[in-house]
Nanobody, 121 residues
């Protein structure tokens, strides 16, 4: 089994910064893409950013230039540096990894438990 544990959420004022982290543990042979998604109240979960094994990144238009995703492959960890935060960034943020548990396994999708980010004065 694989567990993803997120940290770094909280309350921040508009214009402030937060750094989210997500670490995977358990039975891991390799990890493909890592990503962050968020779910605002009453809305569907949406993509925030993803990063591949080669470092290629994709960002939602709403966060481009403000958020930066990075990964530490050796530590099975992904980070999301969020700057210039806006009230509309308020949401529960989830990390998502594609994980292969054994050399012969296929990649499976795993999700973190979610961490609340609230941007408010």
């Amino acid at each position: 089994q694989v567990q993803l544990v997120e940290s770094g959420g909280g309350l921040v004022q508009p214009g402030g910064s937060l750094r989210l982290s997500c670490a995977a543990s358990g039975s891991i042979f390799s990890i493909a893409a890592m990503g962050w998604y968020r779910q605002r109240l009453g809305a569907q979960r949406e993509l925030v950013a993803t990063i591949t094994t080669t470092g290629s990144t994709v960002y939602a238009d709403s966060v481009k230039g403000r958020f930066t995703i990075s990964r530490d492959t050796a530590k099975n960890t992904v980070h999301l540096q969020m700057s210039s935060l806006k009230p509309e960034d308020t949401a529960v943020y989830y990390c998502n990894f594609g994980v292969k548990e054994r050399i012969w396994s296929s990649f499976q999708n795993y999700w973190g438990q979610g961490t609340q980010v609230t941007v408010s004065s």
